[in-house]
């Protein structure tokens, strides 16, 4: 059973940015695809950004995608979502979720464990 808590949510003016946090326990964190949702007041949840297990490829929504960076530190069982040029869409509560996955594809779908979430509230 893999436990994920997130961290670094938060208010941020438009603009700004934010980097969050998912530790992860109970399981062998380098056997996990890793990914970063988000749901917004009235939305369905929707994929943010994905990383392989090794940190050799990522994949972003569309939306996101030139403003947000997915990484990961397999020594600290940590995955990160740095998130620039905020905008008030983006507005939600960001989840972290894995995957037992060593492929070399990040995926979208298909995730196994899931975060509580954090917060994240951008002010325009």
């Known amino acids: 059973q893999v436990r994920l808590v997130e961290s670094g949510g938060g208010l941020v003016q438009a603009g700004g940015s934010l980097r969050l946090s998912c530790a992860a326990s109970?399981?062998?964190?380098?056997?996990?695809?890793m990914g970063w949702f988000r749901q917004g007041p009235g939305k369905e949840r929707e994929f943010v950004a994905a990383i392989t297990w090794s940190g050799g490829s990522t994949r972003y929504a569309d939306a996101v995608k030139g403003r947000f960076t997915i990484s990961r530190d397999n020594a600290r069982n940590t995955v990160y979502l740095q998130m620039n040029s905020l905008k008030p869409e983006d507005t939600a509560v960001y989840s972290c979720?894995?995957?037992?996955?060593?492929?070399?594809?990040?995926?979208?779908?298909?995730?196994?464990?899931w975060g509580q979430g954090t917060q994240v509230t951008v002010s325009s």
């Open positions: 979720a894995a995957r037992l996955d060593t492929r070399s594809t990040a995926p979208v779908l298909g995730y196994d464990y």
């Open positions: 109970g399981g062998t964190f380098s056997s996990y695809a």
